[in-house]
């Protein structure tokens, strides 16, 4: 199969990457490096230094024999997107090319548009891309189970049936995303969902819940195949963040309460779920959504796991709840439904206490670049 994986040089897009390779597929990645761009210029790096995309790309090469091509360009610009499609002709292609952080498009205006148009824009050149060059492509989006907010009613997979005056009818879930960012996904949403009723597209959106995780079978062939692990305020994810924080003694930056409550999964499993959305893919004309998780946490769980686990290796742990930069409900009922990908076979890494110290054990092989001056959050919703 030839697999294109847009946004190729992220924290989830190189490992995606190495996968498909891994398994005999014909893997190609594009990626703009504008996420190094977003990352100097809110001062902030990952952990452990990345190399190139080029540089990884060879060290693949001579680790594993096996080649992924790489291209650079943006896919704002359709002219780069459509001569790649048209020379690759993908069978299918992974969309992780998007700015990925709330925080950082709550900063002001300037970034809250730029999000909204790089994001947006940049799904649509797909939508358009796979339409004029192979329409029976399958587009497998990374969305984002932030699109739907924290309802008081159960979270279905993308779609609800409702009774109304007495009539019925199967809808899109009602969608209250928690920032600009978030935002973003839901238009995606609503345009792959148009453009796979109109054109006969086929796509399948992955609604992720927030991922954790530093290595995958690949990542830890060289150390030249790690991938971008965070611990700051705009990139790094809650759990991950945590661990860092430990490592250092930092103070672990609970938000407000800590009841916040969200979907969680290992990095490994992402893989997992996109192989299976790859391999079983939707049928010509079909929109399909998966809610993307394999656990549920709140932001105190995480916490209090995250002490725990810390203690027994005789670190100092203290929480502390901070005033919560976002607007958000602290305290709330948290319900989603993910049965689809378990019926295709996903079989849950669940967050353990062996993961969570092999986490800390690579994170301390680095905590000397640990930088305390990201960690505490600076971007509040509340704009001024």
């Known amino acids: 199969m030839k697999i294109i994986v847009l946004g190729g040089d992220g924290y989830l897009g190189w490992p995606t990457a190495m996968h498909f390779s891994d398994m005999g597929h014909e893997v190609m990645v594009i990626d703009n490096f504008a996420k190094r761009q977003w990352e100097t210029e809110v001062n902030v790096k990952p952990l452990m230094p990345i190399a190139t995309l080029h540089e990884r790309a060879k060290v693949w090469e001579r680790v594993q024999g096996k080649k992924i091509e790489v291209k650079i360009g943006d896919i704002n610009n359709h002219h780069f997107l459509f001569a790649a499609f048209e020379k690759f002709t993908p069978d299918a292609v992974i969309h992780y090319g998007e700015q990925p952080s709330a925080p ?7 970034h809250a548009v730029y999000t909204q148009v790089n994001n947006v824009s940049s799904t649509l050149n797909v939508l358009f891309a796979i ?6 492509c399958h587009l497998v989006k990374l969305g984002t189970m932030g699109e739907y907010g924290t309802p008081n009613i159960d979270i279905e997979e993308g779609f609800i049936t409702i009774e109304y005056k007495g009539r019925k009818d199967t809808l899109p879930y009602p969608k209250m995303a928690g920032s600009f960012y978030h935002l973003t996904k839901v238009h995606d949403s609503h345009n792959i969902h148009f453009a796979c009723r109109i054109w006969g597209l086929r796509s399948t959106d992955l609604n992720q819940g927030v991922v954790y995780g530093i290595d995958t079978p690949q990542t830890v062939l060289d150390k030249e195949l ?13 759990l991950n963040r945590f661990l860092a924080q ?3 003694g930092f103070p672990l930056t609970v938000y407000g309460k800590g009841g916040q409550t969200r979907g969680y999964l290992n990095m490994v499993d992402t893989l997992q779920c996109v192989t ?3 391999l079983n893919p939707a049928k010509e004309g079909e929109y399909r959504v998966f809610n993307q998780f394999t656990e549920l946490f709140s932001v105190m769980d995480l916490a209090n796991i995250t002490k725990k686990c810390g203690e027994k290796m ?3 742990i203290n929480i502390e709840h901070f005033p919560n930069p976002r607007i958000e409900s602290e305290e709330h009922y948290y319900n989603p439904v993910h049965t689809r990908l378990p019926e295709l076979g996903l079989k849950p890494h669940l967050l353990s206490d062996t993961l969570i110290n092999s986490m800390f054990k690579r994170i301390m092989e680095h905590k000397d670049n640990i930088d305390t001056s990201v960690i505490a959050p600076t971007v509040k919703w509340k704009m001024n």
């Open 104 to 110: 950082y498009s709550m900063i002001d205006r300037g």
């Open 131 to 136: 339409k004029k060059f192979n329409p029976k």
């Open 226 to 238: 790690v991938t971008s692990f965070h611990y700051d305020e705009f990139f790094g994810t809650a």
């Open 246 to 248: 430990a490592v250092i």
């Open 276 to 278: 299976l959305a790859v």
């Open 314 to 316: 005789g670190l100092k």
